[in-house]
């Protein structure tokens, strides 16, 4: 072999490569497309449910026993709904927020921080409990993920206990005070979001 050979198997391989993972590229783009799609109407489909589950029991719970008895709705059921649904799908699938009640299960991680930062400047500027909706697939260095979040608002129903301090019934401040000494999910009005119903899944 003379010395120029190598050299040249060496770029038609790299040449054959850098072809291989460009097409590899196009042919991904539509797959990740379909993904996406298919992904996000999945999961949207569990988020609803879980977000009218949580808010059926929580209006029953309050209509029945009033808003510091539901502290327990909260406190159990809604992690458990939560937990179930992961169970079930194999998804982890959580409810944040940048002002947590809970900080050992309602911290939201770097990508829910800077989806939760967006639907609040969309839901200043007008945009619908509905229409904050987000969705895409991220690379990290182990895996890709798909991840989707549905923004949680405030309605008038999460008031007696997501409201001022000074606006809240005296027996859920003082039981918030005692289960959550670091609680931060206050001072909020209707239609503001305060937390997302966060999925993400590795396909
Ligand atoms: C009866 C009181 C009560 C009402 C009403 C209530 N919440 Fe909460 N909320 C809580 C408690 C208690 C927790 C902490 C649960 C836990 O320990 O995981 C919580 C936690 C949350 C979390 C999880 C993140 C975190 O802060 O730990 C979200 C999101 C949330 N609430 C949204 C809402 C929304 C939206 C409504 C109205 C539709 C609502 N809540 C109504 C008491 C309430």
Redesign the pocket.
Known sequence: MSGIEPNLMMRFFIAAGFTLSLSALVMAAPVQENTLLKSTEESRKVALQVSQE??SQ?IRE?QLSG?VR??L???YT??EILSSQSRKTGWRVV???L????SS??MPDAWEQKVLADFARRAAKGEREDALEFAEIVNEPQANYFRYARA????P??L???NSRDKMPEA?KAQ?AV??PFDK?VDFSVGQV???LSIKRGF
């Open positions: 949580l808010k929580l309050m808003p539901s502290l709705v909260c406190k809604c992690p409810a944040v927020s002002k947590p009640r809970n299960l309602g949680m608002m405030m309605e129903m999460c007696p206990c997501h859920v918030l289960d959550y999910a305060y937390g997302i």
